[in-house]
């Protein structure tokens, strides 16, 4: 098993584009940085409003003030308010990369302080001193270092640049006049302006390398962590990016404390546990499985699997969008997930954890309603000698989601089996036929005994939808309070699932018209691959 540290490996000599990438920014620390030059485009936008009002409003009323250049600063102003409130727009509404965002800020700021320096210049040309001054310029370049830094470099040339707005527009103040100042004497009265913007390199190259650190910190071995897609109560899913492959892929992060473990003996064995199933889960073949990629341990304990990347949507949440299924395309999907499982049983693997969430229907190649069955690494191995040895059972724990967990896995039943599985499949397909759950109830206790000791309704009596018996049946089949009494596996319950032939109504091409309709922004070729968005929200341990 990897045990990795949550660090980046180090960059190739050589490699520039390792290079940048690592220096740059994480994504969510970039979007954060755009909101805050947002903010610091409507304030500057406000204040030059501001100024303007008091130029056009209270300076003229303003008793024995004249002030000769007022037409052209009222210019400059409504200049600086218009640059302000394309800025704001840009921001908002482009399509722009957050990088070439915080870039066009750098420009802005150049712009404020072009825009002060003409004021300064145009009102205070005729009096200004030969003394050190300080400018608004130096008070802009403090403020928009802390709220939007640059990188270190272009930190220091954009502000070195706005420093020299107020001696170049000085010098061009008093070039042609009876008393011409020397450039020289003009840089050193604006010194304060030029020792401010060096200053602020030390907070730009600070924030900068927390940033890198935080994305060393986003990395689990080849694979950089790149955006987050979800969160439950089993842990995380980010979408991840090989960093020599560039291939897309989901990567699961399990917490420990999920676990139950405590002690370091408890520790070790929950590692061998992990690396055991972990293998065995990358093993299972079947296409309609999850295809595992990685896995491994970081530094902080936290256990994470690194599986493909999908295109698609949870039953649970395509469901809840668009209503109950009809009972032939319940039949195209059923027999997917059975096929899965099929397989997972031959191989001595029981899911324990079967559920809609956990179920992704997706767009695979051309072929669309593809299942893929989620969450194998997180299973029971079916051994006598290992029924105390899997990762979901700790001793005196049962985990799992009470609205799709077998009678015998409620009891504590130390023997459960493959038929649990089963079970929960016919929880799967009562919800997708009728939309809702096979028991309500108000708490999770109430459910459970509910799974235990009352009967379920069929489904045709729960749904509008027609639903042929034979489906009617084989559902309540699955949902046998007596394990003996359904079928034994999965392979039992495809065989079945085939036999039902009043629902084989539902195609390939039925199932790509249904995408092209209600999905259509997953049919293209450039479709975004899909969000995970349910990571065990409802999983809950009983102790």
Same mark, same amino acid.
């Given at each position: ?10 960059? *190739? ?31 500057? =936008? ?17 008793? /024995? ?23 704001? @727009? ?59 830094? @640059?990188? *270190? ?7 070195? &640049? ?7 527009? #000085? ?30 390199? #030390? ?17 689990? =071995? ?12 089993? /842990? ?12 897309? @892929? ?11 473990? &405590? ?32 896995? /491994? ?17 949870? +039953? ?9 299924? *009809? ?37 695979? =190649? ?59 499949? /016919? ?28 009967? *379920? ?61 209600? +999905?259509?922004?997953?049919? =293209? ?19």
């Amino acid at each position: 098993m990897k045990r990795v540290a949550r660090c980046a490996s180090p960059a *190739p000599s050589g490699s520039r584009d390792t290079t940048t990438t690592s220096a740059r920014l994480p994504d969510d620390l970039l979007l954060e940085q755009v909101r805050r030059l947002t903010l610091f485009s409507a304030v500057a =936008g406000s204040l030059w409003t501001f100024a303007l009002g008091m130029d056009v409003l209270v300076a003229p009323s303003t008793v /024995g003030r004249t002030n000769p250049t007022s037409t052209a600063s009222v210019l400059v102003e409504i200049a600086e308010i218009v640059a302000s409130v394309l800025m704001v @727009a840009f921001l908002r509404f482009s399509s722009r990369s957050s990088s070439a965002k915080t870039d066009v800020g750098l420009g802005y700021m150049l712009v404020n302080a072009a825009g002060i320096a003409a004021l300064n210049s145009l009102i205070g040309a005729a009096t200004i001193t030969l003394v050190m001054q300080v400018s608004w310029i130096a008070i802009l370049i403090l403020v928009f270092s802390m709220i939007s830094p @640059a990188p *270190p470099r272009k930190t220091l040339v954009v502000s070195l &640049a706005a420093a020299s707005m107020d001696p170049l527009a #000085v010098w061009l103040a008093h070039v042609g006049t009876a008393d011409p100042w020397s450039p020289l004497h003009t840089l050193l009265l604006f010194l304060p302006n030029y020792v401010l913007a060096v200053v602020v390199m #030390v907070p730009a190259r600070l924030y900068y390398r927390i940033g890198r650190r935080l994305r060393e910190a986003q990395d689990l =071995g080849s694979y950089q962590l790149v955006e987050l897609l979800g969160h439950g109560g089993m /842990g995380e899913v980010w979408r991840a990016q090989h960093r020599l492959l560039a291939r897309n @892929a989901a990567v699961k992060l399990v917490r420990p404390e999920i676990l139950g473990v &405590a002690t370091e003996t408890e520790v070790k064995l929950t590692l061998r546990r992990f690396e055991r199933e972990a293998r065995a889960t990358a093993a299972l073949s079947s296409p309609h499985t999850i295809h595992v990629f990685d896995f /491994g341990l970081t530094d902080d304990g936290t256990f994470y699997y690194v599986m493909e990347l999908l295109t698609g949507r949870g +039953l649970e949440s395509l469901v809840r969008e668009f209503g109950p299924l *009809p009972a032939d395309r319940v039949s195209f999907l059923l027999r997917q997930v059975c096929h899965s499982l099929a397989y997972a049983h031959a191989r001595g693997l029981v899911h324990r954890d079967i559920k809609p969430a956990n179920i992704y229907v997706c767009r695979m =190649g051309l072929d669309y309603d593809f299942v893929k069955v989620l969450d194998f690494g997180l299973v029971k191995l079916n051994r006598r000698n290992a029924a105390r040895q899997t990762l979901l059972t700790m001793d005196h724990r049962t985990t799992g989601t009470p609205a799709y967990m077998a009678p015998e896995i409620v009891l504590g039943d130390t023997e459960v089996d493959r038929r649990a599985d089963v079970y929960a499949l /016919g929880c799967v397909a009562y919800y997708l036929l009728t939309g809702q759950l096979v028991f309500e109830a108000d708490t999770p206790m109430k459910m459970l005994l509910h799974h235990v000791q009352t009967k *379920p309704v069929p489904p045709s009596q729960r749904s509008e939808l027609p639903i042929p018996r034979e489906l009617d049946d084989l559902v309540l089949a699955c949902l046998e309070k007596d394990p003996a009494k359904r079928p034994q596996d999965a392979e039992e319950l495809l065989r079945l699932a085939y036999s039902c032939k009043t629902c084989e109504s539902w195609t390939d091409a039925h199932a790509r018209s249904w995408w092209q309709t209600h +999905l259509s922004d997953l049919t =293209g070729p450039l479709a975004i691959e899909a969000i995970y968005d349910e990571t065990a929200t409802d999983a809950v341990v009983f102790t």
